[in-house]
């Protein structure tokens, strides 16, 4: 069964477009992260909720918005998509306690090529 | 200066060889986590250490609060060992901050 997954796995699309990635959790975690992996391989975290909850929201464009139906699930929706754009997006989930992240479980990502 | 160090940035070592991989970082913490990405992308937790030391098969992981530092060793280093090793601290604020990660490959 897979805990952390991700659609789609890639997708090529062009300036300007609007897309969402789908990202859901069977691990029963209160808490989900988005991730950008650009070309010199850093991740940086973008957002994170907890209990649909947003308590991470770094400075990224406001083309990017999450959204978080429910503990199980955070979509990513990027809108006017532009080539900067293009990266490794991971999801993952994870338990918070005291403030702090236990391990986190990561989807397999999606590969973004903006053209 | 990045608040997480890791050291070496690349490594290059024989099968079978004892690995150290290093990470140092300058806030306070309450974790410590070690994460491994497989070449084909894939990332999975290592450990997650707030003392002490842990053991899982031929890894094992150690940090010293006191100095602020982590290791992640190897033992009888595999080619399926090659990947990139990434130090993450938790420093209590839901963040997890993250160093840019060690590339190792081992060599048959």
């Known amino acids: 069964d897979t805990a952390v997954s991700q659609t789609p796995k890639y997708l090529v699309t062009q300036m300007g477009n609007d897309k969402s990635i789908k990202c859901e959790q069977n691990l029963g975690h209160d808490t989900m992260y988005w991730y950008k992996q650009d070309s010199k391989k850093f991740l940086k975290i973008m957002f994170s909720?907890?209990?649909?909850?947003?308590?991470i929201n770094e400075t990224v464009p406001n083309r990017f918005s999450p959204k978080s139906p429910d503990k199980a699930h955070l979509n990513l929706h990027i809108n006017s998509l532009e080539l900067g754009d293009s990266a490794v997006y991971f999801c993952?989930?994870?338990?918070?306690?005291?403030?702090?992240?236990?391990?986190?479980?990561f989807g397999p990502g999606t590969r973004l090529t903006v053209t | 200066k990045n608040e997480v160090e890791q050291s070496p940035q690349n490594l290059t070592a024989q099968e079978g060889e004892f690995i150290t991989i290093n990470c140092s970082y300058s806030?306070?913490?309450?974790?410590l986590h070690w994460l491994q990405q497989h070449p084909g992308g894939g990332i999975v937790s290592l450990f997650m250490l707030s003392s002490g030391k842990k053991k899982h098969g031929r890894l094992i992981a150690t940090i010293n609060i006191q100095e602020k530092h982590s290791s992640l060793h190897i033992t009888a280093s595999h080619p399926r060992d090659s990947a990139v090793y990434i130090c993450?601290?938790?420093?209590?604020?839901?963040?997890?901050?993250w160093g840019a990660g060690t590339k190792l490959i081992i060599k048959p």
């Open positions: 993952a989930s994870s338990r918070l306690a005291g403030g702090f992240s236990y391990e986190q479980y």
């Open positions: 909720y907890n209990n649909k909850e947003l308590i």
């Open positions: 993450a601290v938790s420093p209590g604020n839901y963040q997890l901050i």
């Open positions: 806030v306070g913490i309450s974790a």
